[in-house]
């Protein structure tokens, strides 16, 4: 659970200056750096440590931070958390010279009790030891063994497309909650005609207390009590005439979890909760039973000096471009983004589809590899939906983008891809268990995974919303605007014929130098990126089974060194990487703001051309 600072339970954020060193040889652990680091520089956290330092840049390795910091007396009856929001990629915690824990993987939090280790009145060391080596056993992989020798390969050396910062890239922060504790809570909607019901589930840990359980918003305030069996209640609130949460209207209640014991409050929890259903009917996406069209793009969490620290201000401006360019959406490519975002798309009404970082899966290079990653993607998706689970902005998950099928480089060469491989077979079974892992997680989402243009349809089929991402006028056909059309409106019409689901276009886009033209459009400037996705826009606004678009990306990011990447970067932004809008933004502002003004006129399509345009 998100720390929560209230009368009963308390947070130190220990964002700040930590001492700062690398370990390229793997001494530390020996040398004992975790009693104390000698030798340091002063590094900013939460940030990735690449480019606040010249010789950081590319450095992937094993480095380690550390900070003094005091704990309040008062917490002395308390039990003492330290919580890492992201250490990316592999972490270990030392609070006064003892391990107190670690964790695997970059984006998703973790919490160790660290009750036993404080010091009270005196100062208190944590160190911590992060290395971001690129592995192929690791989620996403690096340094994957390629054909070609390594003939055009980027540096670093990423299975994915934007670049690995690394460090600690989110808050660390003490908490500190009652010796009996909520240790759960979920809140799952329905809606029943007017009438939202709030399914409360609350789990406590170590005593045997009562609780209560109150929800309060528009139309009253509703309690129930909480008897614990085994640690966990249940409560249902029949909410009359709710008011249902929805971009329009993000609308939230407060549901407030307390532990009693006789007359006094022992713990207390608050929760938002968005009352809504997300569910997926014929080729439909239904948004409190009603249809509704995906608008926006993949992201990053990306942006010069801090990399993909914590940026709050930068989460605020997003989502106000995100509105300004008439968007109710995007996927968090291609990893779980920060808390604070998904707090940011409940209060904005902004539609969450929810990814772990299984980017750049392939199922050739051994069992040992494979097992290793599948390990790793059940550990985050189960992460991901205990963190996210409450969140009515998140509308889907996504187990994985572009899993990779072997004879894809035939495939595209017109070299008989078509038959199946064994490890095409492999996949077919690790992105099923990962569906279905998902499913049984949170049987109230849909759950797809993102496919590659071109890809196995029989891993497309497996998705409760197909997710296709598409590069014809791009990387295939590219500088051929209508062919790629055509192409695109053929491969659409034939996923549907023979899916019959609803189908998003995930990612679609061209890279534009910001200031570069041309007419007529040529590849690289603003006019032809505007006119790829004006195609895009055109071929789907005709097939009502095109139920989401989502232009790749929203700004421009950081990639590693390649001859793709102009500057180190993906330039298929229509904002830059400064947040400037391109020509780009100009254009899907007009299409996607108009859309809200024909929806609310009652207009036929809202994705269609508004009449003032000109083609
Ligand atoms: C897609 C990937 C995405 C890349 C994009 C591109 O999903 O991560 O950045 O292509 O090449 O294949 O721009």
């Known amino acids: 659970m998100y720390p929560q600072q209230n009368d009963i339970r308390n947070t130190l954020d220990l964002s700040g200056l930590w001492q700062f060193k690398l370990d390229p040889h793997e001494q ?5 750096w975790f009693e104390g680091l000698a030798g340091t520089r002063t590094i900013a956290v939460p940030a990735s440590w690449n480019e606040q330092f010249q010789d950081t840049r590319d450095y992937l390795g094993t480095a380690w931070y550390a900070r003094e910091f005091y704990v309040p007396t008062g917490w002395r009856d308390q039990r003492a958390y330290l919580r890492v929001g992201s250490a990316n990629y592999v972490a270990q915690v030392w609070a006064n010279g003892q391990l107190a824990g670690g964790h695997e993987g970059g984006h998703l939090p973790f919490a160790l009790d660290v009750t036993d280790h404080v010091r009270w009145e005196e100062p208190n060391l944590v160190a911590i030891q992060v290395n971001g080596d690129l592995e192929p056993t690791r989620v996403p992989p690096g340094n994957v063994r390629q054909g070609l020798g390594g003939f055009m390969r980027g540096y670093p050396n990423t299975s994915f497309d934007f670049f690995p910062y690394t460090g600690l890239q989110r808050p660390v922060i003490l908490f500190s909650v009652p010796q009996d504790h909520i240790a759960d809570v979920t809140a799952v909607t329905t809606i029943e005609g007017r009438d939202g019901l709030v399914h409360v589930t609350a789990w406590q840990e170590g005593g045997a207390l009562d609780g209560q359980v ?29 008011r249902l949460w929805s971009p329009d209207d993000p609308y939230l209640y407060r549901l407030t979890v307390t532990l009693n014991d006789g007359a006094s409050t022992v713990d207390r929890y608050t929760l938002e909760v968005g009352i809504r259903t997300v569910a997926v009917q014929g080729d439909k996406l239904l948004l409190n039973g009603q249809p509704v069209t995906l608008t926006g793009f993949g992201k990053h969490e990306d942006f010069p000096v801090h990399g993909r620290g914590l940026n709050v201000p930068l989460v605020v401006k997003d989502y106000a471009l995100l509105k300004w360019v008439g968007a109710n959406s995007y996927r968090t490519s291609h990893y779980p983004y920060s808390e604070e975002a998904m707090q940011l798309a409940d209060h904005e009404g902004i539609l969450i589809v929810d990814e772990i970082p299984a980017v750049g899966l392939r199922f050739d290079d051994g069992e040992k590899n494979i097992e290793a990653r599948a390990a790793q993607c059940r550990r985050q998706m189960q992460e991901l939906i ?12 996504s187990v994985a983008n572009e899993p990779f099928p072997t004879n894809m480089i035939r495939r595209f060469t017109g070299g008989g891809g078509e038959e199946r491989e064994d490890s095409d077979a492999i996949g077919t079974r690790f992105l099923e268990e990962m569906l279905a892992l998902a499913r049984e997680l949170d049987p109230t989402r849909p759950v797809t995974l993102v496919g590659l243009m071109g890809g196995p349809v029989e891993w497309l089929a497996l998705s409760d919303i197909v997710f296709i991402n598409s590069y ?7 500088g051929r605007l209508d062919a790629g059309a055509e192409m695109l409106a053929q491969q659409l019409d034939s996923l549907h014929q023979t899916l019959g689901k609803p189908i998003v276009i995930s990612e679609f886009g061209a890279d534009a130098i910001p200031g570069i033209h041309s007419d007529p459009p040529e590849m690289w400037t603003e006019e032809y990126q505007v006119e790829l996705l004006r195609r895009y ?15 790749w990306n929203f700004a421009d990011f950081k990639t590693g060194q390649s001859v793709g990447r102009v500057g180190g970067m993906n330039h298929k932004g229509v904002f830059t990487r400064d947040r400037r809008p391109k020509m780009a933004a100009h254009f899907l502002r007009e299409r996607w703001t108009a859309q809200e003004a024909t929806a609310a006129a009652g207009a036929c399509d809202p994705r269609a051309e508004p009449a003032s345009s000109t083609q």
């Not at 530390?28 to 004992?32: A, Q, S, T």
């Open 214 to 242: 109150v929800l309060a918003g528009e139309g009253g305030q509703w309690a129930a009590r909480l008897s614990f069996t085994d640690g966990c209640a249940r409560a249902v609130f029949r909410v009359r005439n709710a």
């Open 472 to 478: 014809y006028g791009w990387y295939v056909l590219g």
């Open 537 to 551: 826009l055109d071929v789907a606004v005709a097939r009502p089974f095109v139920v989401g678009l989502h232009v």
């Open 386 to 397: 205990a963190r996210d689970k409450n969140h009515p902005s998140v509308i889907a998950w």
């Open 28 to 32: 530390g652990e020996r040398e004992r």
